[in-house]
C-alpha cells in the first residue's frame, strides 16, 4: 500500500533524518521525496511518497511526536 | 561568563542538583564551570555507561529528570545504551556530551563522534549547540521535553568553542512549564464505558504508563471501585500491592497462570498505560482472543498500534480513570453483577491455586524465596534489578507497592543496569534504602561502579545471584536448543567477595537455604555498601515459561515438579531469547 505524506518540518538540524527515519523503522518504505524551504526560510515542505503494510494511522501518529514536525498529512495514493 | 558557566547556572534553575558523568577533553570548560556551581553535585562514575544508567536510574526513581554528562567521541558513545534504556521504557533525561570545536566538526578530528546521528533513533529530541546563542532555547526545549507528555531523553551536543563562547549578553534561565496533558474526550469515555458495562469477563492490564502519569492513585481507586481482576505489566509492577485480593500478578512470558489465563478467557481487557509488548502478549494473534478492548493512554501511537482498540481513550490517565471510575462502579451490581461476581471469584481461586510455593526442599538456596523474604525485610526498600533470570524472580516473588520502587531495564533488557541504577535512586533520597539484585553475568558489565559506591559511600545493599552461568541464555538453550549450551559457561567467575573487598566494599558469602535469614540480615544491617554473593543452583529456571511464538495459555512449568503438564513441542525456528 502506497501513501502519500504532506510535511511540516521545523527547518531543523537533523529534521529531514529524523523524519525517513522513523518512515523506515516504522516499516515504511521511501519511493520519493520531495521538498523545499519556502521564502520564510525557516520550514521544510516535504512530500514522500512511502510503501509498506503496517497501518498508516499509526504511522501518522509516529510522525506527529516527532518536535520538528509542526503538520502531518497522510493519504492513500496509488 | 562563558557559555558552559551559562549551562551550568541554567541547570540549577532548572531544579538540577545532581548529575552523574565522567570528564574529558571537548567537555572541559563545563567541568571547569562546575567549581563555581556548588549548587550541582557531580557524581564521578568510573565509565560513561554508569553515568547514564544513574541518571536514568534517578529519575526512575524520583519522576525528576535525570542528568548525565560525557566528553565527545567514546565518552558519548558510552553513553549510548543508557539512552536507549530511556527511550524505550520513557524515562525523562537530558543527556549532555563534548562536541569537538564547530571548527572542526566534520573534519574527523580527534574524538570526534556524531553523537547526534548516532542517538536519532533512542531520543525524544536532539540539538547540537552551534552558536552560544542556541542555548536559552535548547536547554529550556530540552527539559521541557524530557518532562512533557510521554517522558524520554532528550541530547544537546555542545561544541567545545560553543561552551567557551562569550555568554554575559545571554538572558539568566526561565524554565519552561511541562505541557499540559490533554484530556479525554467524552465520546471516548463513553464508549468505553458502554464496553466496561456490557462485560461480564473483564480484566484490567495495567502498564508503566500508570505511574509515569501519575495516576497510581487513581488507578487503585478505579481497580477498588469496580472490583475488576487486574493483571500488571513488568514495568506496571507495584501499581497494585502484590497483596492486593484482585492482583493476579505480571502478564506474558514469565507471567502468572492466574494472569496469563485470566487475560485469555476475558471478554474485555481494559488496558491502562500499556502497550501490548511482546513480553506481555506471547503470540499476538492468539492474545485475548474473545476479549473486546478499551485502550486508554496518554501516547496515540500506542492505541491501535499491536492490537486495535474497540475503544480508544487517549489523554491524562487520572482524568480517564477519575471519570470511569463511578459509573463503572455503578455496574458492579448492575444485570452484569452475578456474572461478574463470579468471575472475579474465578480469577481469584486460580491465583490462590497456582500462587508460587517457596518450601523448595533441601538445603541449596532457593533464589525466590530469598527475594520474597528480602522484600519482607525491607518493605520500604527500592529494588534495582539487573537483567536475567534474577530479574523476572525479582518481578515475581518481591513483594511490590509502588512502581517506583522497582527499577528494571524493561523493554531494552540491557545486562549492567542495576548497580548504577541503584546508585543513582539512593542519590535521589539519600536517606532511603536501595537494594540492588543481580547477576554473575550482568554484574561484571558494570563492576566498576563498585568504585563510585565507594568514594560516596552510597550504601546500596547488592544480592548477586551466582549460578556460575548466563541462567536465561542457560535456560533456552536447554529448553529450544536440545541443550546445545553454547558460551554460558561462567564457572570461572572472579572471587566476587574478595573482588567486592577489594573495591572496599563489604562482602558476606551464603550458600546454604538455612543460612539465607541469617545473611540477608547481615546484609541490611551494614553501614555501608555492601554485598551478599549468592550461590545458587545452576540449572535453575524460571517458571512459568510461555515458548516463543505461542499464546499466553501454553505456560510451561518446572518439569520436575510438574511432571503432568503437557509442554508443547519447540517452534521450528527457535528463536533466542533475544529475538524472540
Redesign the interface.
Known amino acids: 500500500m502506497r501513501y502519500r505524506l504532506d510535511l511540516t518540518l521545523r527547518h531543523a538540524?537533523?529534521a529531514l533524518?529524523?523524519v525517513l527515519?522513523t518512515a523506515e523503522?516504522r516499516g515504511f518504505r521511501p519511493l520519493a521525496v520531495e521538498g523545499e524551504t519556502r521564502p520564510d526560510g525557516d520550514r521544510w515542505h516535504l512530500q514522500m511518497t512511502v510503501e509498506g503494510d503496517r497501518?498508516a494511522?499509526?504511522l501518522h501518529?509516529?510522525l506527529?511526536?516527532?518536535?520538528?514536525c509542526l503538520d502531518v498529512q497522510v493519504q492513500p495514493c496509488s | 561568563m562563558n557559555g558552559a558557566r551559562w549551562l551550568a547556572q541554567a541547570l540549577v534553575a532548572e531544579g538540577v542538583d545532581t548529575l552523574f558523568g565522567y570528564p574529558g577533553g571537548t567537555i572541559m570548560p563545563f567541568y571547569d564551570a562546575l567549581h563555581g556551581t556548588p549548587a550541582l553535585k557531580h557524581v564521578l562514575v568510573r565509565h560513561e555507561q554508569g553515568a547514564a544508567f544513574a541518571a536514568n536510574g534517578y529519575a526512575r526513581a524520583s519522576g525528576r529528570v535525570g542528568v548525565c554528562v560525557a566528553t565527545s567521541g567514546p565518552g558519548a558513545s558510552n553513553l549510548v545504551t543508557g539512552i536507549a534504556d530511556a527511550m524505550l521504557d520513557s524515562v525523562p533525561m537530558v543527556v549532555l556530551t563534548g562536541q569537538v570545536p564547530t571548527t572542526l566538526m566534520g573534519t574527523d578530528a580527534f574524538q570526534e563522534l556524531d553523537v547526534?546521528?548516532m542517538t536519532?533513533?533512542m531520543v525524544?529530541?536532539?540539538?547540537?549547540a552551534?552558536r552560544v546563542d542556541d542555548l536559552p532555547m535548547m536547554v529550556a526545549?530540552a527539559f521541557r521535553?524530557a518532562r512533557s507528555g510521554r517522558p524520554g531523553p532528550v541530547l544537546i551536543d555542545l561544541p567545545k568553542d560553543v561552551q567557551m563562547a562569550d555568554a554575559s549578553h545571554l538572558p539568566a534561565h526561565a524554565p519552561l512549564p511541562v505541557d499540559a496533558v490533554e484530556a479525554p474526550k467524552d465520546a471516548s469515555l463513553h464508549e468505553a464505558l458502554a464496553l466496561i458495562s456490557q462485560a461480564q469477563r473483564p480484566v484490567v492490564y495495567g502498564g508503566g504508563g500508570i505511574a509515569l502519569g501519575d495516576a497510581l492513585q487513581d488507578f487503585r481507586t478505579f481497580v477498588d471501585a469496580t472490583q475488576i481482576p487486574t493483571v500488571l505489566t513488568l514495568r506496571g509492577l507495584g501499581a497494585l500491592p502484590t497483596k492486593h485480593p484482585l492482583n493476579l500478578g505480571m502478564l506474558g512470558m514469565h507471567g502468572s497462570r492466574a494472569a496469563n489465563l485470566a487475560v485469555q478467557e476475558a471478554d474485555l481487557l481494559i488496558v491502562v498505560g500499556a502497550r501490548f509488548d511482546d513480553r506481555a502478549t506471547g503470540k499476538l494473534a492468539e492474545f485475548a482472543p474473545h476479549a473486546r478492548v478499551v485502550h486508554m493512554d496518554l501516547?496515540?501511537?500506542e492505541i491501535?498500534?499491536l492490537r486495535a482498540a474497540d475503544a480508544g481513550v487517549r489523554g491524562d490517565l487520572r482524568i480517564t480513570l477519575a471519570k470511569l471510575t463511578l459509573p463503572c462502579a455503578a455496574h458492579l451490581h448492575g444485570r452484569n453483577g452475578a456474572a461478574r461476581k463470579a468471575w472475579r471469584a474465578q480469577c481469584q481461586q486460580r491465583a490462590q491455586q497456582h500462587a508460587a510455593r517457596y518450601d523448595a526442599p533441601g538445603h541449596t538456596v532457593y533464589a525466590p524465596a530469598l527475594l520474597k523474604r528480602l522484600s519482607e525485610l525491607a518493605p520500604e526498600a527500592i529494588v534495582a534489578c539487573d537483567v536475567g533470570q534474577h530479574q523476572m524472580w525479582v518481578a515475581q516473588h518481591w513483594r511490590m507497592d509502588h512502581p517506583r520502587k522497582h527499577l528494571t531495564s524493561g523493554a531494552l533488557g540491557a545486562m549492567g543496569f542495576g548497580i548504577p541504577a541503584a546508585m543513582g535512586a539512593l542519590m535521589q533520597n539519600p536517606s532511603g534504602q536501595v537494594i540492588c539484585v543481580s547477576g554473575d553475568g550482568s554484574i561484571l558489565m558494570n563492576i566498576q561502579e563498585l568504585a563510585t559506591l565507594r568514594r560516596y559511600d552510597l550504601p546500596v545493599k547488592i544480592v548477586l545471584l551466582d549460578n556460575q552461568a548466563l541462567g536465561m541464555v542457560r535456560q533456552w538453550q536447554e529448553l529450544f536448543f536440545d541443550k546445545r549450551y553454547s558460551e554460558i559457561d561462567l564457572s570461572d567467575n572472579p572471587d566476587f567477595v574478595a573482588l567486592a573487598q577489594a573495591f572496599g566494599i563489604e562482602a558476606l558469602h551464603v550458600e546454604r537455604a538455612e543460612d539465607v535469614d541469617a545473611a540477608l540480615q547481615a546484609l541490611l544491617e551494614a553501614t555501608g555498601p555492601a554485598l551478599l554473593h549468592v550461590a545458587i543452583d545452576t540449572a535453575a529456571n524460571v517458571w512459568p515459561l510461555v515458548p516463543p511464538n505461542r499464546s499466553n495459555s501454553e505456560m510451561m512449568d518446572d518439569i520436575e515438579a510438574s511432571p503432568a503438564v503437557a509442554i508443547p513441542s519447540p517452534p521450528a525456528h527457535a528463536p533466542s531469547p533475544q529475538e524472540a
Not at chain 1, 64 to 68: E, G, P, Q, R, V
Open positions: 538540524e537533523g533524518a529524523r527515519g523503522r497501518a494511522d499509526n501518529e509516529q506527529a511526536k516527532l518536535y520538528d | 547526534f546521528a536519532l533513533p525524544k529530541h536532539s540539538f547540537i552551534r526545549e521535553l501516547d496515540a501511537a491501535g498500534k
